[in-house]
């Protein structure tokens, strides 16, 4: 079983819908909850992250965590077509930088 | 301010072949990674660094050697390249002195081994 687990999609949605991703992750010593995103033959660049559990806001974007639940989750509000791209979740432990990843959703949204 | 540079961004090799992928980063950062991107694997830690002259596995080291002899630099080396290396490869820095801190990845080297 894999560390964290995320469904690879593909997501199609249609401008303006709510974009809803998750994963979930079996270690209890993660500590840091981070999305990233990855547009095609890009690298990957951290959208959001959060600490322990709780949700955070940053403009359209809402991640939540739920740490009994082993649960995160990232929403998109009023998506548009420039949010199509690979969503990655990943998290850390608190004393150990290294990331784990999930295998990432592929998200289109269609104008 | 470039950021992390990863070079080349192509390549392709035969079977049994060695290569090394450069990564140089302009940060300052202490921590330096490397991870390999497979199709419905996600992303998956190979080697990883702390500090110039200092490196330790990560979860898919087999087939891979890395050295860090100053902050700027950290090549990965295939020593010999088999099809199972056909991957896209990144690169990431980021500096944990002052807690968690942003992973920074480079634009990726895409390999072929034929």
Same mark, same amino acid.
């Given at each position: 079983?894999?560390?964290?687990?995320?469904?690879?999609?593909?997501?199609?949605?249609?401008?303006?819908?709510?974009?809803?991703?998750?994963?979930?992750?079996?270690?209890?010593?993660?500590?840091?909850?981070?999305?990233?995103?990855?547009?095609?033959?890009?690298?990957?660049?951290?959208?959001?992250?959060?600490?322990?559990?709780?949700?955070?806001?940053?403009?359209?974007?809402?991640?939540?965590?739920?740490?009994?639940?082993?649960?995160?989750?990232?929403?998109?509000?009023?998506?548009?077509?420039?949010?199509?791209?690979?969503?990655?979740?990943?998290?850390?432990?608190?004393?150990?930088?290294?990331?784990?990843?999930?295998?990432?959703?592929?998200?289109?949204?269609?104008? | 301010? %470039? *950021?992390? @540079?990863?070079?080349?961004?192509?390549?392709?090799?035969?079977?049994?072949?060695?290569? $090394?992928?450069?990564?140089?980063?302009?940060?300052?950062?202490?921590?330096?990674?490397?991870?390999?991107?497979?199709?419905?694997?996600?992303?998956?830690?190979?080697?990883?660094?702390?500090? %110039? *002259?200092? @490196?330790?596995?990560?979860?898919?080291?087999?087939?891979?050697?890395?050295?860090?002899? $100053?902050?700027?630099?950290?090549?990965?080396?295939?020593?010999?390249?088999?099809?199972?290396?056909?991957?896209?490869?990144?690169?990431?820095?980021?500096?944990?002195?002052?807690?968690?801190?942003?992973?920074?990845?480079?634009?990726?080297?895409?390999?072929?081994?034929?």
């Amino acid at each position: 079983q894999k560390e964290v687990e995320q469904d690879p999609g593909p997501l199609s949605v249609p401008e303006g819908a709510i974009v809803s991703l998750n994963c979930t992750y079996s270690n209890s010593a993660f500590q840091y909850f981070m999305w990233y995103r990855q547009y095609s033959r890009k690298g990957p660049e951290l959208l959001m992250y959060t600490y322990s559990s709780g949700n955070k806001e940053d403009g359209r974007f809402t991640a939540q965590v739920d740490k009994s639940s082993k649960y995160i989750s990232l929403f998109i509000r009023d998506s548009q077509p420039s949010d199509s791209a690979t969503y990655l979740c990943a998290m850390s432990r608190s004393a150990d930088y290294k990331l784990s990843f999930g295998a990432g959703t592929t998200v289109t949204v269609r104008a | 301010n %470039a *950021g992390v @540079t990863q070079t080349p961004k192509f390549q392709v090799l035969k079977t049994g072949q060695s290569m $090394t992928l450069q990564c140089a980063q302009d940060m300052n950062h202490e921590y330096m990674s490397w991870y390999r991107q497979d199709p419905g694997m996600g992303l998956r830690l190979i080697h990883y660094s702390v500090g %110039a *002259g200092i @490196t330790d596995q990560g979860e898919v080291p087999n087939g891979y050697n890395v050295s860090r002899s $100053t902050t700027e630099d950290f090549p990965l080396r295939l020593l010999s390249a088999a099809p199972s290396q056909t991957s896209v490869y990144f690169c990431a820095s980021s500096d944990p002195i002052q807690g968690w801190t942003e992973a920074f990845f480079g634009q990726g080297t895409r390999l072929t081994v034929v």
